[in-house]
């Protein structure tokens, strides 16, 4: 994989986190809704289990979308250790500016 190749994968990456970290604050709110049910709803034997399953099924999808989130922002910070590498600094500048920040070569 070329240089630039990696940076652009890391600046299409930046649009998944959005996405995940999106994703991740509606498990979350996922998360609470089941809680609120849980505790408003009658107790009774089909139902209770049905929201652990729930429960459980949208914490371990949490977790996933966490540890993928995690590796991606770990790519991240490997690209902006490596732009801070280079002993131009104009060229760290826009390099960074692209492929961290998303912005397009026309604003520069």
């Keep these: ?24 604050e509606e498990i979350h709110s996922d998360i609470y809704t089941l809680q609120a049910t849980g505790v408003s709803e009658k107790v009774s034997g089909s139902n209770t289990s049905d929201l652990a399953d729930k429960y459980i099924k949208v914490e371990g999808y949490k977790q996933k979308v966490a540890s993928e989130l995690a590796a991606m922002v770990h790519l991240r910070s490997e690209a902006k250790e490596l732009i801070k590498a280079l002993p131009d600094n104009k060229h760290q500048a826009v390099l960074y500016a692209r492929y961290i920040n998303n912005q397009q070569f026309t604003t520069f």
């Design 1 to 24: 994989m070329t240089a630039k190749e990696y940076l652009e994968k890391v600046r299409k990456n930046s649009y998944l986190v959005k996405q995940m970290t999106q994703e991740l």
